[in-house]
């Protein structure tokens, strides 16, 4: 997995969080699959098509914070994370 102060995008600009859609046993190779970027700012109230229940693993940036629930709407139980 990539380090917290890593996540950047190629220009440069910061990006807060990145999830992973392919988990592992061993952590070497538990960032694998797809992946979701999550710029800075960023207020998604539903997950993107095909992403539901996938997240097997994720890294936030620095100064960042990702706070989920396990219902659609931003309902039921949350949890934040962060680097």
Do not use: E
């Not at 797809?34 to 539903?46: A, E, F, I, R, W």
């Not at 219902?71 to 039921?76: A, L, M, P, T, V």
């Amino acid at each position: 997995c990539p380090a917290a102060s890593d996540l950047k995008m190629l220009n440069g600009s910061r990006i807060c969080a990145q999830l992973y859609s392919d988990d592992s046993a061993y952590y070497d190779d538990c960032c694998g699959g797809d992946v979701l970027v999550v710029s800075p700012g960023t207020d998604m109230p539903y997950m993107p098509t095909g992403w539901a229940a996938r997240v097997s693993s994720l890294v936030v940036g620095t100064r960042c914070q990702l706070t989920v629930w396990d219902r659609r709407g931003k309902q039921g139980h949350s949890r934040s994370f962060s680097a």
